[in-house]
């Protein structure tokens, strides 16, 4: 079937009702793919990763069928479940669930720890349709009594990669045990390892598989560069690029999270907005620090991956891995938080000296070598301690003044570009400083 259009899926007039509200005029490739099957009464696997409409397309179909085969809440017995691993995670499938469904009669409940359990089981007492949440929690409210699944109909696992990462595997083995034998499976992720297809052969009955290659879709749109720096140099470099006039919003991503509040706490002292957001905070801490980011009273958010998993906010222009990723998928993770809905994003990955096997990993996995920030491709046999002083240099205020965008925060022909591939004479190039200095391209 050709889905060109929403109406082409035939949906029931009040999901498409708030299709129209939201302005969604065609289904992503995702949605476009998952959704006859799903109306069908299919199990799907969908690979797909966040920034593709993947939430539609698993909610549409979902509210389709509450909406047309409507029953009562019954307490603490919901119709469908879906599971995700981060709280933040959930609570934008809920909202998510909360617009598509703005026209249809159901209820719903959030599920996920951190916070006091007693509202959650009022709202599981007062009757649902759908439970979104996460396995701990859930577990929990499980062994209390308050949630039952024996009367599912649809199971949603989403982001299940991620879910094994953080080490999920037990606490869904003893979910998957309380799911009624026949019932809709619905799994999404964004890889799909001989690991989740294992998972996948005991949650499903006869999938269909939809992908959407991720790097082809929303990642090709991200403009994707590398900063060679010294680690020392990197909050300097950060705060120059941070400060570059087409910089909106951006995230930026730290290894831990002592560096994600220090690396915070150095661009406040330095006059950038920014906050952090990691797992040690409170739950109620990390999402003031999303509303602030989202109604842009911060520029820029500092975050480790497991935080910022599934973050979902519109207009990010910039992502800056300052520290890599130690495994590449994250980086990809990470990146497409631009570049979303069509929107064009830019990415800077900071390297180090002792990064650059986790740069070669991502390339590998991108399936290409990043472009330097000046636009300017890697040397051919990768950057020398050269490029690192002189990403270091990008870093230093007293450089020249910016050209434009982020390749301005440095400058351009005079630093690692000098180095470039194909230009293996010997030079006489410009330093910063304005002093002539020999460049010898190794190899
Ligand atoms: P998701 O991959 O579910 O996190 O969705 C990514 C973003 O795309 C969200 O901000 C959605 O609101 C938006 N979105 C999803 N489907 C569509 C669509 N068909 N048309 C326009 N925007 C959409």
Redesign the pocket.
């Known amino acids: 079937m050709n889905i060109k259009t929403f109406a082409d899926l035939d949906l029931d007039k009040s999901i498409q009702k708030a299709l129209l509200a939201e302005n969604?005029?065609?289904?992503?490739p995702i949605?476009a793919q998952a959704i006859p099957h799903l109306l069908q009464g299919r199990d799907v696997i969908g690979s797909a990763q966040?920034?593709?409409?993947?939430?539609?397309a698993f909610a549409l179909p979902i509210l389709h069928q509450l909406a047309t085969k409507p029953r009562r809440a019954q307490t603490g017995t919901p119709r469908v479940l879906v599971l995700s691993p981060t709280r933040e995670l959930a609570l934008q499938i809920a909202e998510?669930f909360k617009t598509y469904g703005q026209f249809v009669h159901y209820r719903q409940a959030v599920i996920y720890g951190g916070v006091s359990q007693h509202s959650q089981v009022r709202s599981l007492d007062r009757g649902v349709h759908v439970v979104v949440a996460t396995p701990g929690r859930l577990i929990d409210l499980l062994d209390q009594g308050h949630v039952q699944l024996d009367q599912l109909e649809a199971f949603v696992l989403d982001e299940a990669d991620r879910m094994l990462d953080m080490g999920f595997l037990p606490a869904l083995k003893r979910i998957i045990r309380e799911l009624p034998e026949e019932r809709q499976s619905l799994f999404f992720s964004a890889t799909l390892s001989p690991k989740i297809m294992e998972l996948t052969k005991q949650l499903l009955n006869d999938p269909v598989t939809v992908s959407v290659d991720p790097p082809s879709s929303s990642v090709d749109m991200i403009d994707q560069r590398v900063a060679f720096v010294e680690h020392g140099g990197k909050r300097e470099l950060l705060k120059n690029l941070l400060e570059a006039p087409d910089v909106e919003r951006a995230v930026v991503f730290t290894k831990t999270k002592r560096s994600a509040n220090t690396v915070a706490e150095k661009l406040l002292r330095q006059g950038i907005r920014a906050t952090a957001i990691h797992g040690n905070k409170s739950q109620n801490a990390r999402q003031r620090a999303l509303d602030e980011f989202r109604r842009s009273r911060v520029k820029v958010l500092v975050a480790t991956d497991v935080a910022a998993r599934g973050l979902?906010v519109?207009g990010i222009t910039h992502v800056v891995n300052f520290d890599l990723p130690l495994e590449p998928e994250n980086y990809v993770h990470r990146i497409g938080r631009t570049g979303?809905?069509g929107a064009e994003g830019m990415a800077v990955s900071f390297c180090s000296a002792g990064e650059r096997r986790e740069l070669r990993a991502i390339e590998r996995l991108i399936g290409r070598r990043l472009l330097m920030v000046n636009g300017e491709p890697q040397p051919e046999n990768g950057p020398t301690s050269k490029d690192d002083r002189s990403g270091n240099r990008q870093g230093n205020p007293k450089s020249k003044p910016r050209r434009n965008r982020w390749q301005s925060s440095g400058p351009s022909k005079n630093n690692s570009a000098g180095n470039s591939a194909g230009k293996r004479k010997r030079r006489r190039v410009k330093s910063n400083n304005g002093e002539r200095q020999n460049v010898k391209p190794k190899g």
């Open positions: 969604y005029q065609t289904p992503t949605q966040t920034g593709t409409g993947k939430t539609a998510s979902d519109d979303r809905a």
